[in-house]
């Protein structure tokens, strides 16, 4: 497969495609430094580099365009960024005080349609590349002037749709720009026959597995699950939990739980000890999503009472639990709503 950019690749791979154009392999040291620890956005930047392979360009460095900025009350940043061919992205940064986290779309558009979600809305356009994934990284680092400490893998698209450049992305994180891998968390709504896969592919290609695996279950019984998300009609609720405890078998880690809240749809008491009794025996984390609204549907954000009540549910029953607190809600924070609305909003 053709080379598309040079952002992704490693040291080493740096060194050989240096030597095949017929530079010392050096070169390659100084394109890995300028392109992950200066963050440099165009050959013109790495002045180490001689004037005429500058001018040259070779291959593209694999940095984008950002088409727009916003900046929430509460220092949310979100970001539109444009691919090479034209399509445009979000990224999300998301800072506390100890951490930076980056929420990064791993496709742009998504085909799972789940309803409540408006990068659902329309559709999957493509794939990312693992430099368009890393690129996001990048950039909310330089917008922010702020090392990233987190990476969730939250933002448009199925990961598990791109489970290769995904991993080749994360590989990336952790070794070019020295993230850990316990801090990168990879979201994905259940793709059947995926799961097991992903475990095994990034022991295959990276060593190890250590990132986190959240998966967006939203019920606590397939009926339900299946209203909210359609593709759930292929992938049965048992075969999906069978299927995690095979990644936890494989990858020696533990799975966390997402579920959204929906005001009067999937957040009664009584849903909550269902969820509880479906994920038992995980030991693992349910992280609770108070619904953010998006224009084209009528669901309800849940009364913060009823979120209290659902948490404290799960707690009772020994489930670990977080409830999500909405960043940047000013800003439009339902992934995929920047988007539809600098196209009009179809
Ligand atoms: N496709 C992956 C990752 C992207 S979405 C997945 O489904 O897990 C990341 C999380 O945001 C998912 O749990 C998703 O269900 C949730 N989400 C999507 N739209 C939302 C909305 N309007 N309000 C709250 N959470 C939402």
Redesign the pocket.
Same mark, same amino acid.
């Given at each position: 497969m053709a080379l598309k950019a040079l952002l992704g690749l490693s040291q080493a791979q740096l060194e050989t495609w240096a030597k095949d154009q017929g530079l010392p392999p050096f070169r390659g040291r100084q394109l890995h430094d300028w392109l992950y620890a200066k963050g440099a956005r165009h050959w013109h930047d790495i002045t180490v580099l001689p004037a005429a392979l500058r001018q040259q360009e070779p291959l593209p460095l694999g940095r984008s365009n950002e088409l727009e900025r916003h900046l929430a009350q509460d220092g949310t940043l979100k970001l539109l960024l444009a691919t090479d061919d034209g399509l445009s992205l979000e990224t999300v940064g998301i800072p506390t005080r100890d951490r930076l986290t980056v929420c990064v779309s791993s496709q742009v558009g998504?085909p !799972?349609a789940?309803r409540?979600?408006?990068t659902g809305k329309e559709g999957l356009q493509r794939s990312l590349e693992p430099h368009e994934i890393v690129d996001q990284v990048l950039t909310v680092r330089e917008v922010m002037q702020r090392r990233p400490s987190h990476v969730v893998? !939250?933002?448009m698209?199925?990961?598990l749709l791109n489970s290769d450049h995904v991993l080749t992305a994360i590989d990336c994180l952790s070794r070019d720009l020295g993230m850990a891998m316990r801090q990168i968390t990879v979201?994905?709504?259940g793709v059947p026959n995926t799961l097991p896969r992903l475990a095994e592919l990034a022991l295959e290609r990276l060593g190890r597995a250590q990132f986190t695996l959240a998966v967006?279950l939203?019920a606590p019984d397939q009926a339900l699950r299946e209203e909210l998300i359609p593709t759930a009609r292929a992938y049965p609720y048992e075969q999906l939990l069978e299927d995690c405890r095979h990644y936890v078998a494989i990858s020696g880690r533990r799975v966390s739980f997402?579920y959204?809240l929906l005001g009067n749809l999937n957040d009664s008491p009584r849903q909550a000890q269902a969820l509880a009794e479906q994920v038992r025996g995980f030991q693992s984390h349910v992280n609770l999503?108070p619904?953010?609204p998006?224009a084209e549907e009528e669901f309800q954000r849940p009364e913060p009472a009823r979120v209290d009540a659902f948490a404290a549910a799960l707690k009772q029953r020994g489930v670990a639990v977080s409830v999500r607190a909405s960043r940047g809600l000013d800003q439009n924070a339902?992934?995929g709503q920047l988007r539809r609305q600098r196209k009009g909003g179809r």
């Amino acid at each position: 497969m053709a080379l598309k950019a040079l952002l992704g690749l490693s040291q080493a791979q740096l060194e050989t495609w240096a030597k095949d154009q017929g530079l010392p392999p050096f070169r390659g040291r100084q394109l890995h430094d300028w392109l992950y620890a200066k963050g440099a956005r165009h050959w013109h930047d790495i002045t180490v580099l001689p004037a005429a392979l500058r001018q040259q360009e070779p291959l593209p460095l694999g940095r984008s365009n950002e088409l727009e900025r916003h900046l929430a009350q509460d220092g949310t940043l979100k970001l539109l960024l444009a691919t090479d061919d034209g399509l445009s992205l979000e990224t999300v940064g998301i800072p506390t005080r100890d951490r930076l986290t980056v929420c990064v779309s791993s496709q742009v558009g998504c085909p !799972m349609a789940c309803r409540f979600c408006a990068t659902g809305k329309e559709g999957l356009q493509r794939s990312l590349e693992p430099h368009e994934i890393v690129d996001q990284v990048l950039t909310v680092r330089e917008v922010m002037q702020r090392r990233p400490s987190h990476v969730v893998f !939250m933002g448009m698209g199925e990961p598990l749709l791109n489970s290769d450049h995904v991993l080749t992305a994360i590989d990336c994180l952790s070794r070019d720009l020295g993230m850990a891998m316990r801090q990168i968390t990879v979201s994905t709504v259940g793709v059947p026959n995926t799961l097991p896969r992903l475990a095994e592919l990034a022991l295959e290609r990276l060593g190890r597995a250590q990132f986190t695996l959240a998966v967006s279950l939203h019920a606590p019984d397939q009926a339900l699950r299946e209203e909210l998300i359609p593709t759930a009609r292929a992938y049965p609720y048992e075969q999906l939990l069978e299927d995690c405890r095979h990644y936890v078998a494989i990858s020696g880690r533990r799975v966390s739980f997402e579920y959204i809240l929906l005001g009067n749809l999937n957040d009664s008491p009584r849903q909550a000890q269902a969820l509880a009794e479906q994920v038992r025996g995980f030991q693992s984390h349910v992280n609770l999503i108070p619904y953010n609204p998006i224009a084209e549907e009528e669901f309800q954000r849940p009364e913060p009472a009823r979120v209290d009540a659902f948490a404290a549910a799960l707690k009772q029953r020994g489930v670990a639990v977080s409830v999500r607190a909405s960043r940047g809600l000013d800003q439009n924070a339902a992934c995929g709503q920047l988007r539809r609305q600098r196209k009009g909003g179809r």
